[in-house]
Protein backbone atom coordinates (compact mmCIF):
# COMPACT_ATOMS: atom_id res chain seq x y z
CA UNK A 1 0.00 0.00 0.00
CA UNK A 2 2.80 2.19 0.98
CA UNK A 3 4.69 1.68 -2.60
CA UNK A 4 1.00 2.47 -4.43
CA UNK A 5 0.63 5.66 -2.69
CA UNK A 6 4.41 6.55 -3.24
CA UNK A 7 3.86 6.04 -6.93
CA UNK A 8 0.73 8.03 -7.17
CA UNK A 9 2.42 11.12 -5.38
CA UNK A 10 4.79 11.12 -7.74
CA UNK A 11 2.67 10.66 -11.19
CA UNK A 12 -0.16 13.26 -9.75
CA UNK A 13 0.60 16.70 -11.17
CA UNK A 14 -2.08 19.25 -9.84
CA UNK A 15 -1.57 20.97 -12.81
CA UNK A 16 -2.92 18.16 -15.11
CA UNK A 17 -6.39 18.49 -13.98
CA UNK A 18 -6.56 22.46 -14.54
CA UNK A 19 -5.48 21.55 -18.34
CA UNK A 20 -8.18 18.66 -18.70
CA UNK A 21 -10.90 20.94 -17.56
CA UNK A 22 -10.15 24.21 -19.70
CA UNK A 23 -10.16 21.47 -22.41
CA UNK A 24 -14.18 20.47 -21.87
CA UNK A 25 -14.50 23.75 -21.06
CA UNK A 26 -13.43 25.08 -24.48
CA UNK A 27 -15.70 21.80 -26.38
CA UNK A 28 -18.00 23.62 -29.10
CA UNK A 29 -20.27 20.74 -28.20
CA UNK A 30 -20.26 21.66 -24.66
CA UNK A 31 -20.82 25.33 -24.83
CA UNK A 32 -23.70 24.95 -27.57
CA UNK A 33 -25.46 22.36 -25.17
CA UNK A 34 -29.09 23.99 -23.89
CA UNK A 35 -28.62 24.19 -20.42
CA UNK A 36 -30.32 26.13 -17.63
CA UNK A 37 -28.90 28.69 -15.62
CA UNK A 38 -31.24 28.96 -12.64
CA UNK A 39 -29.94 28.30 -8.92
CA UNK A 40 -32.77 25.48 -9.15
CA UNK A 41 -33.88 22.86 -11.40
CA UNK A 42 -36.83 23.99 -13.27
CA UNK A 43 -38.70 20.75 -13.62
CA UNK A 44 -40.70 20.80 -16.75
CA UNK A 45 -44.55 19.32 -15.72
CA UNK A 46 -45.50 18.20 -19.26
CA UNK A 47 -42.05 15.74 -19.24
CA UNK A 48 -42.73 12.51 -19.14
CA UNK A 49 -39.15 11.32 -18.69
CA UNK A 50 -38.26 13.63 -15.27
CA UNK A 51 -40.71 15.08 -12.75
CA UNK A 52 -40.03 16.20 -9.41
CA UNK A 53 -40.74 12.75 -7.05
CA UNK A 54 -42.63 13.68 -3.84
CA UNK A 55 -39.83 12.56 -1.50
CA UNK A 56 -36.99 15.19 -2.96
CA UNK A 57 -37.68 17.53 -0.38
CA UNK A 58 -37.73 17.74 3.68
CA UNK A 59 -40.56 15.45 3.55
CA UNK A 60 -43.26 15.19 6.14
CA UNK A 61 -41.31 13.91 9.21
CA UNK A 62 -40.84 10.44 10.54
CA UNK A 63 -42.82 7.08 9.40
CA UNK A 64 -42.21 6.13 13.16
CA UNK A 65 -44.54 6.35 15.90
CA UNK A 66 -47.57 4.17 17.18
CA UNK A 67 -50.62 3.46 14.80
CA UNK A 68 -52.77 0.85 13.25
CA UNK A 69 -52.19 -0.15 9.56
CA UNK A 70 -54.12 -2.03 6.81
CA UNK A 71 -51.70 -4.79 4.96
CA UNK A 72 -51.95 -3.25 1.39
CA UNK A 73 -49.50 -5.83 0.50
CA UNK A 74 -49.04 -9.31 1.27
CA UNK A 75 -46.16 -11.58 -0.46
CA UNK A 76 -44.15 -14.73 0.29
CA UNK A 77 -40.35 -15.66 -0.02
CA UNK A 78 -37.84 -14.77 -2.78
CA UNK A 79 -39.54 -11.26 -4.01
CA UNK A 80 -36.87 -9.87 -5.55
CA UNK A 81 -36.03 -5.95 -6.57
CA UNK A 82 -37.23 -7.11 -10.04
CA UNK A 83 -40.29 -8.51 -8.70
CA UNK A 84 -41.16 -5.36 -6.76
CA UNK A 85 -39.57 -2.54 -9.34
CA UNK A 86 -40.32 -2.87 -12.94
CA UNK A 87 -37.10 -2.38 -15.79
CA UNK A 88 -38.83 -4.36 -18.75
CA UNK A 89 -41.32 -2.84 -22.03
CA UNK A 90 -43.98 -0.76 -20.94
CA UNK A 91 -47.18 -2.37 -21.80
CA UNK A 92 -49.97 0.12 -23.28
CA UNK A 93 -52.33 -2.08 -21.57
CA UNK A 94 -51.01 -1.53 -18.17
CA UNK A 95 -52.04 1.64 -15.69
CA UNK A 96 -48.34 3.11 -16.77
CA UNK A 97 -48.67 2.67 -19.86
CA UNK A 98 -52.23 4.43 -20.11
CA UNK A 99 -50.83 7.16 -18.10
CA UNK A 100 -48.69 8.02 -20.83
CA UNK A 101 -50.79 7.51 -23.61
CA UNK A 102 -52.72 9.95 -21.69
CA UNK A 103 -50.15 12.43 -21.86
CA UNK A 104 -49.51 12.13 -25.62
CA UNK A 105 -47.07 9.55 -25.81
CA UNK A 106 -47.28 6.60 -28.84
CA UNK A 107 -48.70 3.54 -27.58
CA UNK A 108 -46.54 1.55 -29.91
CA UNK A 109 -43.82 3.03 -28.48
CA UNK A 110 -43.47 3.74 -24.61
CA UNK A 111 -40.01 2.86 -24.42
CA UNK A 112 -38.97 0.47 -21.12
CA UNK A 113 -39.52 1.61 -17.20
CA UNK A 114 -35.66 2.23 -16.58
CA UNK A 115 -35.25 4.79 -19.65
CA UNK A 116 -38.89 6.29 -17.55
CA UNK A 117 -37.28 6.06 -13.78
CA UNK A 118 -36.98 9.56 -13.75
CA UNK A 119 -40.88 9.74 -13.81
CA UNK A 120 -41.78 8.67 -10.46
CA UNK A 121 -45.40 8.53 -11.60
CA UNK A 122 -44.39 6.03 -14.04
CA UNK A 123 -42.57 4.15 -11.60
CA UNK A 124 -45.71 4.47 -9.03
CA UNK A 125 -47.99 2.30 -12.12
CA UNK A 126 -45.06 -0.33 -12.43
CA UNK A 127 -44.47 -1.71 -9.07
CA UNK A 128 -45.11 -4.88 -8.15
CA UNK A 129 -46.78 -5.80 -11.71
CA UNK A 130 -44.23 -8.53 -12.28
CA UNK A 131 -46.28 -11.67 -13.05
CA UNK A 132 -45.27 -13.92 -10.63
CA UNK A 133 -45.96 -11.84 -7.99
CA UNK A 134 -49.07 -12.93 -6.01
CA UNK A 135 -50.60 -10.50 -3.31
CA UNK A 136 -52.23 -13.25 -0.55
CA UNK A 137 -54.82 -10.76 0.81
CA UNK A 138 -57.24 -12.45 -1.82
CA UNK A 139 -57.41 -15.19 -4.33
CA UNK A 140 -57.14 -13.98 -8.03
CA UNK A 141 -55.78 -10.48 -7.04
CA UNK A 142 -54.13 -8.92 -10.50
CA UNK A 143 -50.24 -8.20 -9.70
CA UNK A 144 -49.68 -4.55 -9.00
CA UNK A 145 -53.30 -4.50 -7.58
CA UNK A 146 -54.58 -5.15 -3.88
CA UNK A 147 -58.16 -5.37 -2.47
CA UNK A 148 -59.30 -2.57 -0.26
CA UNK A 149 -62.08 -3.92 2.92
CA UNK A 150 -65.21 -2.98 0.56
CA UNK A 151 -63.73 -5.63 -1.64
CA UNK A 152 -63.07 -3.73 -4.17
CA UNK A 153 -60.15 -4.47 -6.07
CA UNK A 154 -57.87 -1.64 -7.04
CA UNK A 155 -54.07 -1.04 -8.79
CA UNK A 156 -51.79 -0.53 -5.64
CA UNK A 157 -51.03 3.25 -6.40
CA UNK A 158 -54.98 3.85 -6.12
CA UNK A 159 -55.69 2.25 -2.87
CA UNK A 160 -52.26 3.62 -1.62
CA UNK A 161 -54.21 7.44 -2.68
CA UNK A 162 -57.52 6.42 -1.05
CA UNK A 163 -55.94 4.69 2.02
CA UNK A 164 -53.87 8.26 2.45
CA UNK A 165 -57.22 10.18 1.56
CA UNK A 166 -58.71 8.62 4.40
CA UNK A 167 -55.78 9.39 7.04
CA UNK A 168 -55.13 5.10 6.81
CA UNK A 169 -51.96 3.76 7.69
CA UNK A 170 -50.40 0.86 5.38
CA UNK A 171 -47.63 -1.62 5.44
CA UNK A 172 -46.36 -4.19 3.50
CA UNK A 173 -45.71 -8.08 5.12
CA UNK A 174 -43.54 -10.33 3.20
CA UNK A 175 -41.59 -13.77 4.00
CA UNK A 176 -37.70 -14.85 3.73
CA UNK A 177 -35.66 -13.07 1.87
CA UNK A 178 -37.17 -9.98 0.64
CA UNK A 179 -35.82 -7.58 -1.69
CA UNK A 180 -32.86 -9.78 -2.98
CA UNK A 181 -31.26 -9.41 -5.90
CA UNK A 182 -29.95 -6.24 -7.57
CA UNK A 183 -30.08 -3.02 -5.24
CA UNK A 184 -32.69 -1.24 -6.89
CA UNK A 185 -33.37 1.69 -5.36
CA UNK A 186 -36.75 1.94 -7.03
CA UNK A 187 -37.91 -0.73 -4.51
CA UNK A 188 -37.44 1.11 -1.56
CA UNK A 189 -38.74 4.62 -3.15
CA UNK A 190 -41.94 2.47 -4.60
CA UNK A 191 -42.94 1.01 -0.98
CA UNK A 192 -42.56 4.81 0.67
CA UNK A 193 -44.81 6.03 -2.46
CA UNK A 194 -47.44 3.81 -1.86
CA UNK A 195 -47.27 5.42 2.05
CA UNK A 196 -45.70 1.82 4.07
CA UNK A 197 -44.69 3.31 7.13
CA UNK A 198 -43.36 -0.27 7.54
CA UNK A 199 -42.11 -3.65 6.18
CA UNK A 200 -42.40 -6.62 8.22
CA UNK A 201 -40.82 -9.40 7.09
CA UNK A 202 -39.39 -12.81 7.87
CA UNK A 203 -35.92 -11.73 6.87
CA UNK A 204 -34.52 -8.89 4.55
CA UNK A 205 -31.56 -8.67 1.90
CA UNK A 206 -29.05 -6.48 3.22
CA UNK A 207 -29.14 -3.48 0.69
CA UNK A 208 -32.78 -3.21 0.64
CA UNK A 209 -33.16 -3.33 4.23
CA UNK A 210 -30.93 -0.16 4.40
CA UNK A 211 -32.57 1.62 1.07
CA UNK A 212 -35.73 1.14 2.91
CA UNK A 213 -34.47 3.11 5.98
CA UNK A 214 -32.83 5.53 3.61
CA UNK A 215 -36.76 6.31 2.43
CA UNK A 216 -37.81 6.66 6.23
CA UNK A 217 -39.45 2.96 6.41
CA UNK A 218 -39.12 0.91 9.12
CA UNK A 219 -38.02 -2.34 8.56
CA UNK A 220 -39.46 -5.30 10.98
CA UNK A 221 -38.06 -8.76 11.03
CA UNK A 222 -41.07 -11.58 12.04
CA UNK A 223 -40.09 -13.45 15.15
CA UNK A 224 -39.52 -17.31 14.00
CA UNK A 225 -42.01 -19.68 12.75
CA UNK A 226 -44.38 -16.70 11.87
CA UNK A 227 -44.52 -16.18 8.20
CA UNK A 228 -47.18 -14.60 5.73
CA UNK A 229 -48.97 -17.92 5.31
CA UNK A 230 -49.29 -18.77 8.93
CA UNK A 231 -50.66 -15.06 9.93
CA UNK A 232 -53.25 -15.56 6.80
CA UNK A 233 -54.07 -11.98 7.25
CA UNK A 234 -56.87 -10.33 5.64
CA UNK A 235 -57.50 -6.92 4.43
CA UNK A 236 -59.95 -6.49 7.78
CA UNK A 237 -57.28 -7.06 9.97
CA UNK A 238 -55.65 -3.86 11.46
CA UNK A 239 -51.92 -4.54 12.12
CA UNK A 240 -51.18 -2.34 15.37
CA UNK A 241 -47.40 -1.42 15.50
CA UNK A 242 -45.70 0.12 18.71
CA UNK A 243 -42.74 2.06 16.89
CA UNK A 244 -42.52 4.67 19.63
CA UNK A 245 -39.26 7.32 18.58
CA UNK A 246 -38.09 7.60 22.18
CA UNK A 247 -37.75 3.52 22.04
CA UNK A 248 -36.10 3.30 18.72
CA UNK A 249 -32.96 1.96 18.60
CA UNK A 250 -30.51 -1.18 16.22
CA UNK A 251 -32.28 -4.67 16.62
CA UNK A 252 -35.13 -3.29 19.38
CA UNK A 253 -38.28 -5.58 20.06
CA UNK A 254 -41.31 -3.80 18.10
CA UNK A 255 -44.98 -4.79 19.99
CA UNK A 256 -47.22 -5.77 16.90
CA UNK A 257 -50.41 -6.29 17.79
CA UNK A 258 -52.84 -8.48 14.97
CA UNK A 259 -56.85 -7.37 15.75
CA UNK A 260 -58.85 -9.86 13.37
CA UNK A 261 -61.90 -9.16 12.19
CA UNK A 262 -64.07 -11.02 14.72
CA UNK A 263 -61.83 -8.85 17.93
CA UNK A 264 -59.32 -11.07 18.26
CA UNK A 265 -56.41 -9.68 19.16
CA UNK A 266 -52.57 -11.39 18.20
CA UNK A 267 -49.47 -10.16 19.57
CA UNK A 268 -45.97 -10.87 17.56
CA UNK A 269 -42.47 -9.35 19.25
CA UNK A 270 -41.21 -8.20 16.06
CA UNK A 271 -37.17 -6.92 16.06
CA UNK A 272 -36.51 -3.62 14.42
CA UNK A 273 -34.05 -4.48 11.93
CA UNK A 274 -32.05 -1.55 12.05
CA UNK A 275 -28.01 -1.64 12.94
CA UNK A 276 -26.67 1.60 13.92
CA UNK A 277 -27.28 4.82 15.47
CA UNK A 278 -27.38 6.60 12.07
CA UNK A 279 -29.92 4.64 10.94
CA UNK A 280 -31.89 5.25 14.25
CA UNK A 281 -31.47 8.84 13.15
CA UNK A 282 -32.26 8.30 9.47
CA UNK A 283 -35.61 7.28 10.51
CA UNK A 284 -36.38 9.62 13.01
CA UNK A 285 -35.56 12.92 10.21
CA UNK A 286 -38.30 10.76 8.00
CA UNK A 287 -35.34 9.27 5.42
CA UNK A 288 -31.87 9.99 3.57
CA UNK A 289 -32.59 13.00 1.74
CA UNK A 290 -34.79 14.85 4.74
CA UNK A 291 -31.48 14.26 7.21
CA UNK A 292 -29.00 15.72 4.35
CA UNK A 293 -31.41 18.73 4.22
CA UNK A 294 -31.77 19.82 7.86
CA UNK A 295 -28.07 19.62 7.97
CA UNK A 296 -27.76 21.86 5.00
CA UNK A 297 -27.74 25.70 5.93
CA UNK A 298 -31.03 25.82 3.21
CA UNK A 299 -34.04 27.56 4.35
CA UNK A 300 -36.95 25.41 4.54
CA UNK A 301 -38.74 27.12 1.44
CA UNK A 302 -36.43 24.88 -0.66
Same mark, same amino acid.
Given at each position: GAEIDAALARATDA?? #?? *?? $? =? +???? !??? /?????? %? @???? #? %? /???? !?? $?????? #?? !? #?????? &??? $?????? &????? @??? *???? !? %??????? *?????? $??? =??? +??PRDLNVFSSRRGNWEVMLRGLFTNRNVRNLLGPDILPGSTVLPDGQVLPLWRAAARYHAQGQPVVIVAGERYGMGSSRDWAAKGAALLGARAVLAVSFERIHRTNLIGMGILPLRLPEGVTPAALALSVHDLIGIDADPARISPRSPVAVRIRRADGRVEEIAATAAIETSLEVETLLKGGLLPLILRRLPFPAAV
Open positions: GD #FA *TA $Y =D +EAES !SRL /WAELDA %P @DTAL #F %P /WDAA !ST $YIRRPP #FA !S #FGEGSR &LGT $YAARPI &LVVGD @DIT *TDHI !S %PAGAIPA *TGEAGQ $YLI =DRG +EN
